[in-house]
């Protein structure tokens, strides 16, 4: 693992460790455990569950610079990135369309 990744997979960990136990649950549930698995567990074991985990997704991650990433906007609260549609233009187009025939 290179430095840069082993950074930002510290960040994520440390991250993790300061968030108030509500957004630890959220963000649990965002990396695909279930509730029995934090529910009723302390702080401390919540977010060994939840780092164990994200660490065992990190390893099927295809580009783990980009899971990373997006788990460090996740637990920081910055949104991702709007997906752009290709035909976007084209919907709304026929949206304004749709509207004047009306």
Do not use: W
């Not at 976007?88 to 304004?96: G, I, L, P």
Request: hydrophobic share 30%.
């Amino acid at each position: 693992m290179n430095s840069e990744l082993e950074e930002l997979q510290l960040q994520v960990e440390g991250g993790i460790c300061k968030l108030p136990i509500s957004e630890m649950e959220q963000l649990a549930e965002h990396v695909g455990l279930e509730s029995k698995e934090y529910k009723g567990k302390s702080k401390l074991a919540m977010s060994r569950i939840v780092r164990s985990k994200v660490e065992d997704e990190l390893g099927k991650a295809e580009d783990k610079t980009e899971y990373l990433t997006a788990l460090q906007n996740f637990i920081s609260g910055t949104p991702p990135p709007l997906e752009e549609s290709s035909n976007s233009e084209d919907q709304n187009k026929e949206s304004v369309k749709a509207l004047m025939t009306e």
